[in-house]
């Protein structure tokens, strides 16, 4: 079965996370994709597969004759897709794109405008798998999923493609930053790791963002609007004022590579109670902090102005950039631009915009980067993959499982 086959069954199943939730998954439909692949990975003859009680999936493809002695090398990917936008009853269709807009929806007038996404441009002549424009596509992760369990069927088929052991583990919650949570390294058993949840073809991502959220409340006095004067305090307002405080062109509308942001991602309340949820980001650790320290000294400001307890900011670290515990490793790096050339693909290191399991993994003592699954968009109706960026990143799995002793160091 090939990589587009397995991606189109994969995405039937809906298995979007929920942020709000507190239990592990925090879907428990992302479990019925789970039993699914544990049913593939044991028919791909995996040893060992199973779903945990927190939804990890695990297999392991044994070595080879004579390569038990190699380390064993984690594939990992995550099955659910972001929570704000439907992925439930999605549905794809591939398109020969031969230049221009693409029409997802005739009937809603939704058009992916090739001026609004010149990345078209790079994909012409090939073969677009898109949504009908009211869901996402769900290429993250699922096109990851796809390709790591084509690569093991064309391992399994192919006597001639020596490897070690291979380790597969399929991770609920990434999408809400809990994938790597309850994940048993242990039990895992690898020495390293990739992520292959990525973007474009290409990208070799081992650099990401430092990353925080902060909860900003603000506590207002609401009083008749007729007695108001020197008495009213509006939380809104407030909140309007707090935003104002924060240097503009940093957000992620107006930053690009290393610039670091902030972004609001939602706000709520009426005058006397505003609640405000921002992410905090920046490559550079230092530059990280002092941005988490500019946003609790624009709080301090404010109730130094308006009283104490007026506004609270609470931030808490999401994760971490795991150049540091990568760039020790450069064998893994290299091992992984070999794969890429090795099918045709010429590897572009890319800082990542965000974050991954492998972020977490790689402070936890599984250094791991993150490999591209071909795909453009995520998190959105205009998402889309290339049918054939699917199967030559399965090529560049089976490369990369099934290298020389030169690639294997």
């Known amino acids: 079965?090939?990589?587009?086959?397995?991606?189109?069954?994969?995405?039937?199943?809906?298995?979007?996370?929920?942020?709000?939730?507190?239990?592990?998954?925090?879907?428990?439909?992302?479990?019925?994709?789970?039993?699914?692949?544990?049913?593939?990975?044991?028919?791909?003859?995996?040893?060992?597969?199973?779903m945990d009680g927190f939804g990890y999936v695990y297999g392991w493809l044994p070595a080879t004759p004579g390569r038990e002695g190699d380390p064993t090398v984690a594939l990992i990917a995550h099955m659910d897709t972001a929570p704000r936008v439907s992925g439930r009853d999605v549905k794809a269709r591939i398109v020969a794109y031969d230049g221009?807009?693409?029409?997802?929806n005739e009937g809603l007038g939704i058009v992916m405008r090739e001026a609004d996404f010149p990345d078209l441009r790079d994909n012409l002549g090939k073969h677009l798998i898109v949504t009908d424009g009211t869901t996402l596509l769900g290429a993250d992760d699922k096109a990851g999923i796809a390709e790591i369990f084509a690569a093991?069927?064309?391992?399994?088929?192919?006597?001639?493609?020596?490897?070690?052991?291979?380790?597969?583990?399929i991770?609920?919650?990434?999408?809400?930053?809990?994938?790597a949570d309850r994940l048993d390294l242990a039990k895992l058993g690898a020495a390293y790791g990739y992520t292959v949840d990525g973007g474009p073809l290409g990208t070799l991502e081992y650099e990401n963002f430092n990353a925080a959220g902060a909860e900003v409340r603000i506590r207002g006095v609401n009083i008749h609007p007729?007695?108001?004067?020197?008495?009213?305090?509006?939380?809104?307002?407030?909140?309007?004022?707090?935003?104002?405080?924060?240097?503009?062109?940093?957000?992620?509308?107006?930053?690009?590579?290393?610039?670091?942001?902030?972004?609001?991602?939602?706000?709520a309340g009426d005058e006397s109670q505003t609640c405000m949820e921002?992410?905090?980001?920046?490559?550079?650790?230092e530059k990280f902090q002092a941005r988490k320290e500019f946003i609790?000294?624009?709080?301090?400001?404010?109730?130094?102005?308006?009283?104490?307890?007026?506004?609270?900011?609470?931030?808490?670290?999401?994760?971490?950039?795991?150049?540091e515990k990568i760039l020790p490793h450069p064998e893994i790096l290299d091992r992984a631009r070999a794969a890429f050339r090795r099918a045709g693909v010429e590897p572009v290191d890319r800082a990542?915009?965000?974050?991954?399991?492998?972020?977490?993994?790689?402070?936890?003592?599984?250094?791991?980067?993150?490999?591209?699954?071909?795909?453009?968009?995520?998190?959105?109706?205009?998402?889309?993959?290339?049918?054939?960026?699917?199967?030559?990143?399965?090529?560049?799995?089976?490369?990369?499982?099934?290298?020389?002793?030169?690639?294997?160091?």
């Not at 093991?152 to 583990?169: I, N, P, S």
């Not at 991770?171 to 994938?179: C, F, K, S």
């Not at 931030?315 to 971490?320: A, K, L, M, Q």
């Open 1 to 50: 079965m090939t990589a587009t086959e397995r991606f189109l069954r994969y995405i039937t199943f809906d298995t979007e996370s929920d942020e709000s939730s507190g239990t592990v998954p925090s879907t428990e439909k992302q479990k019925d994709l789970g039993a699914w692949l544990v049913r593939e990975l044991a028919q791909l003859g995996a040893e060992g597969p199973h």
């Open 152 to 169: 093991l069927e064309q391992l399994g088929k192919r006597r001639e493609l020596a490897h070690g052991r291979v380790a597969v583990c």
């Open 296 to 323: 609790q000294g624009v709080g301090a400001y404010l109730n130094w102005k308006y009283g104490d307890g007026t506004v609270e900011v609470l931030v808490e670290d999401s994760y971490r950039n795991m150049k």
């Open 171 to 179: 991770t609920p919650d990434e999408e809400i930053g809990r994938g």
């Open 278 to 285: 921002w992410l905090i980001r920046d490559h550079d650790g």
């Open 100 to 104: 221009g807009d693409v029409c997802l």
């Open 226 to 267: 007729g007695e108001g004067k020197n008495k009213m305090k509006n939380a809104c307002l407030l909140a309007a004022e707090f935003i104002s405080l924060l240097p503009p062109a940093e957000t992620p509308a107006h930053t690009e590579g290393y610039e670091g942001f902030y972004h609001l991602c939602t706000m």
């Open 352 to 409: 990542i915009r965000g974050g991954t399991d492998g972020a977490k993994l790689s402070f936890l003592g599984l250094p791991c980067p993150n490999l591209s699954t071909g795909g453009y968009h995520y998190h959105g109706v205009y998402e889309y993959i290339p049918r054939e960026s699917l199967e030559k990143m399965t090529e560049v799995l089976v490369n990369l499982l099934a290298g020389t002793d030169e690639d294997h160091g």
